[in-house]
């Protein structure tokens, strides 16, 4: 199950971001979206890849369709 916040982080890197960057766009701390990466990618949504200082996380076929799918479900109960 996926909380918001862990949803939120799985549709930021839909385009490849960095902690950072994902951190700036949902407001939280760095090391929170660091937790969510870590679960994510356990549960082989994402993978990541550090670049220098920095750690870019990508969604996966299965992160896609999963997103892909939730988001097909929240417009239709609208």
């Known amino acids: 199950m996926l909380g918001s916040t862990r949803a939120a982080v799985l ?4 385009s490849a971001a960095n902690t950072s960057e994902i ?18 990618r ?7 890849h550090r ?10 076929r299965l ?3 999963l997103e892909s799918t939730a988001s ?3 417009r239709a109960a609208a």
């Not at 951190?23 to 994510?40: F, K, M, Q, R, Y």
């Not at 356990?42 to 990541?48: D, E, K, Q, Y």
């Not at 670049?51 to 996966?60: L, P």
Request: glycine share 12%; proline share 2%; charged share 5%.
């Open 11 to 14: 549709a930021a890197t839909r």
């Open 23 to 40: 951190s700036a766009l949902l407001g939280v701390s760095p090391a929170t979206v660091s937790e969510h990466c870590a679960v994510l």
């Open 42 to 48: 356990l549960a082989g949504l994402i993978t990541s």
């Open 51 to 60: 670049h220098a200082n920095s750690v870019y996380h990508f969604t996966t």
């Open 63 to 65: 992160g896609g369709s």
């Open 72 to 74: 097909g479900e929240l």
